[in-house]
């Protein structure tokens, strides 16, 4: 399985982005894709997941209601929508993919961001600058 995340970049605060995860090797039919991140000095972050199974999706606390995750089944690629962003979005978003078989439908959606994240492939990161 191979990731690659694309389409960082610096916006000014209040402005937008749009990540793409283009992801080859596999058909994303039942797999949970994630995008975390790491702001410098701070620990990995779990952003947004989405199970393509049957698009249910998760968002941190932190971008509920500003970010969007979404897929184009016909591009395999999982795209992540960041409106009214903020200074304290800069990072370098990551995105990874696991097999839906190995979440387990009990945990919790933050539990399953850390399945993804141990035991999924991970892309390269794409660095997001938000400043004035």
């Known amino acids: 399985v191979q990731l690659q995340a694309s389409g960082g970049g610096l916006v000014q605060p209040g402005g937008s982005l749009r990540l793409a995860c283009a992801v080859s090797?596999?058909?994303?039919?039942?797999?949970?894709v994630a995008w975390f991140r790491q702001a410098p000095g701070k620990e990995r972050e779990g952003v947004s997941r989405?199970?393509?199974?049957?698009?249910?999706?998760y968002y941190a606390d932190s971008v509920k209601g500003r970010f969007a995750i979404s897929i184009d089944n016909a591009k395999n690629t999982v795209f992540l929508e960041m409106n009214n962003l903020k200074p304290e979005d800069t990072a370098v978003y990551y995105c990874?993919?696991?097999?839906?078989?190995?979440?387990?439908?009990?945990?919790?959606?933050?539990?399953?961001?850390?399945?993804?994240?141990?035991?999924?492939?991970w892309g390269q990161g794409t660095l997001v600058t938000v400043s004035s």
């Open positions: 090797g596999v058909t994303l039919d039942y797999y949970g």
């Open positions: 990874a993919t696991a097999h839906e078989s190995l979440i387990s439908a009990t945990i919790t959606p933050a539990q399953a961001m850390d399945v993804i994240a141990d035991f999924g492939s």
């Open positions: 989405i199970y393509t199974s049957d698009g249910t999706t």
